[in-house]
């Protein structure tokens, strides 16, 4: 193979988390079905309160199972490659290129992408505008590279630009992650929606935690009212004398907001403490992992073509999305920012540890989520809230993680190719000069790690 | 090649040249209609973005068929003008030029077809955010480019109508 088709850098300078993650996540899976199944009982019998304890209840088990059950679906999605690929296909019109079709700019595209990676399929919808390319399985083995009309643009405006675009979507290709991730990702799917959903459950305890109490003082206040005509009545009071004995609702309830503000509000607060911790924890680690491979497939497009990198550099373009699309959009592609500063320093040993130590940090903050979740947890049972019981407890069960990590980050200079020529068929090269950075980061996480065991 | 082809190639090259890739797709999916055209009229004269904080312009054929569309009937109209549309590109050519020498040799009822159908056009473009001066350009040279050869003009221009009367931009 020539070296220019198939250059030497790797597309896996760093480990695909997500791979690495799944035997973790079936290791762990008992225990979150034991959780689960304790979570649900309590919720269908709950030890206090009436239905509306209860709804909270079944809210909170299932907003507690559906990390897991996204990861689940991932992981099932990756069984259905052709189903996802039809889908694909249909939602962006994604068809084979015509034949005889007048454009040089989309022959130059498929030969490109043919001598990166050959044999894969490719697939064009010339008529968006809008969109570039996507990636996306058709089968186990095989990823499609779909192009669209807006690459074309870019492709006879500045064809280094477009060559970038196409090179950032072959390193995806060439990790392995496209089964779980991209277009039609069921796991992507559930990752971007997660805040939403935990906001709206918060949102919903707050309105049902508000509004029973004072349905309650309501009907308090009419039984009072009731008894209090009842007595005037036999006393033969003027209908006058009864108003003017009869305390307004507002005062009622004013009376009983500092019982309210002591007692509802903090188990509130809580409640809402331990939903959001809860899901962070599962978000967080997962937006790192995807985080890594957009980062990972930057740096292969600027390493094999330094000058793609003023793309990166150009304006962004996301200011003229709504907010609440950026946040979904926030998933899939790190802040620009971000992506600049770590391209600038793609090919410099301080820009790789940097990126290398992206999931080990994102699974420390996990675990600092996870210490939060179970101080507020005993705070709501009226168990003893030991911050440190709960972060021996976590760094404990974290640090074979830990371990496991940094042992994949000691070896990955060696494995990285294997792995590439595993998945795409073409093998990558790490530079001895950044097998230090490797173990560096490993040294660092291998730190964690000890840390867990120390306290154990 | 197909006289739709050919005649969006040759209309890109004068109007929207960073778009010819695109051209004859688009002019296809102009005459098909439905969703894909739909779609597809979404990124007329708006801009292109991409996942990686990219800004690409483009969209002006799209916005340039979205306004034959909406004007086929004038369009079709002027390419019926037989030996006078010789006149009527040389008037477009002069006006683009912006040029006041000579005098035109074209009667009045046809300069004013042919002044109607640049400013309906050009009214078009304007409203798909395309700015004064090149709106005026692309609808001259849009008329222009019909009108040279006006049965593949048209043939072009009841191509690419709207197949249903929801399908209008």
Redesign the interface.
């Known amino acids: 193979m020539a070296s220019e088709a198939h250059p030497l850098t790797s597309s896996a300078a760093v480990p695909p988390w997500l791979w690495f993650w799944i035997p973790l996540f079936l290791f762990a899976l008992p225990g979150y079905v034991e959780l689960a199944t304790q979570d649900f009982a309590a919720a269908l019998d709950p030890p206090f309160g009436g239905s509306i304890a209860r709804l909270l209840l079944i809210l909170l088990a299932v907003l507690g199972v559906l990390p897991p059950v996204i990861l689940l679906a991932g992981i099932a999605g990756t069984f259905a490659p052709g189903w996802r690929a039809r889908s694909i296909e249909r939602r962006y ?1 994604l068809v084979d290129p ?1 034949q005889n ?6 022959s130059e595209v498929i030969e490109f992408l043919h001598h990166w990676s050959p044999g894969t399929p490719v697939k064009v919808c ?7 390319a996507v990636v996306y399985p058709t089968s186990f083995r095989k990823m499609t590279v779909g192009v669209f ?2 690459l ?6 500045d064809r280094a ?1 477009g060559e ?2 196409l090179l ?1 979507e072959l390193a995806h290709l060439r990790q392995g992650e496209v089964l779980f991730v991209h277009a039609g990702s069921p796991l992507v799917w559930g990752v971007q929606k997660l805040p939403w959903i935990v906001t709206a459950v918060v949102i919903l305890q707050f309105v049902v935690g508000v509004m029973l109490p004072v349905s309650i003082f309501w009907m308090e206040w009419q039984e009072m009212a009731a008894s209090l005509h009842a007595q005037a009545e036999a006393a033969s009071l003027p209908p006058e004398m009864i108003d003017a004995l009869q305390v307004p609702f507002s005062s009622f309830l004013s009376e009983k907001a500092a019982f309210f503000a002591h007692a509802q509000l903090p188990a509130l607060a809580l409640g809402a403490v331990t939903m959001v911790s809860w899901a962070a924890a599962a978000w967080v680690a997962f937006v790192a992992a995807i985080w890594c491979l957009e980062f990972n497939a ?1 740096r292969f497009a600027v390493c094999a073509r330094p000058s793609a990198l003023s ?2 550099l ?5 200011g ?2 709504p907010w609440w699309r950026k946040l979904d ?1 926030l998933v ?2 790190p802040p ?1 920012s971000l ?1 600049r500063l770590l391209l600038r320093h793609a090919e410099d040993r301080v820009g790789l540890l940097a990126l290398l130590l992206v999931f080990p940090a994102a699974y420390l903050v996990r675990l600092v989520l996870l210490i939060v979740w179970g101080v507020a947890v005993s705070f709501s049972v009226e168990l003893d809230p030991s911050v440190g019981s709960w972060t021996r407890t976590y760094f404990t069960s974290g640090a074979n993680v830990f371990a496991f990590t940094a042992l994949v980050l000691l070896l990955w200079p060696f494995l990285a190719g294997h792995w590439e020529s595993f998945v795409a068929g073409v093998r990558g090269y790490t530079s001895p000069r950044f097998f230090p950075v490797y173990w560096a980061s490993a040294a660092a996480t291998l730190a964690i790690a000890a840390l867990g065991w120390i306290i154990a | ?1 197909d006289i739709v ?1 050919e005649t969006a ?1 040759h209309l890109a090259e004068h109007v929207a040249p ?5 051209a ?3 002019a296809h ?1 102009a005459a098909a209609g439905g ?3 739909d ?2 009229k ?2 007329a004269g ?11 312009v ?2 002006i054929f ?1 916005a340039v068929l979205v306004a034959i569309q909406n004007h086929a009937d004038l369009l079709a109209n002027l390419c019926t003008l037989g030996d006078t549309l010789v006149r009527v590109v040389r008037y477009l050519h002069r006006r683009l030029d912006r040029s006041t020498d000579g005098t035109d040799d074209i009667d009045n009822a046809a300069k004013e077809r042919a002044d109607a159908a640049v400013a309906a056009l050009v009214e078009e473009l304007l409203k798909r955010g395309i700015e004064a001066d090149r709106a005026e350009k692309i609808g001259c040279l849009t008329i222009i480019v019909l009108a040279e050869r006006p049965a593949q003009g048209r043939v072009f221009v009841d191509a690419v109508q709207p197949k249903r009367s929801d399908d209008r931009g």
């Open positions: 019109r015509p079709y007048p454009s040089a700019a989309l010339l008529t968006d505008v809008r969109k570039l009309g807006g074309l643009l870019l492709w006879r405006r630009a970038a675009v950032h930057d793309i990166w150009a304006d962004d373009p996301s003229q999305r959009d899939t592609h620009l992506r | 090649m082809t190639v960073e778009e010819i890739d695109l004859p797709a688009l999916a969703a894909e055209w779609v597809a979404v990124g708006g801009p292109v973005l991409g996942g990686i904080g990219l800004e690409v483009g969209g799209i």
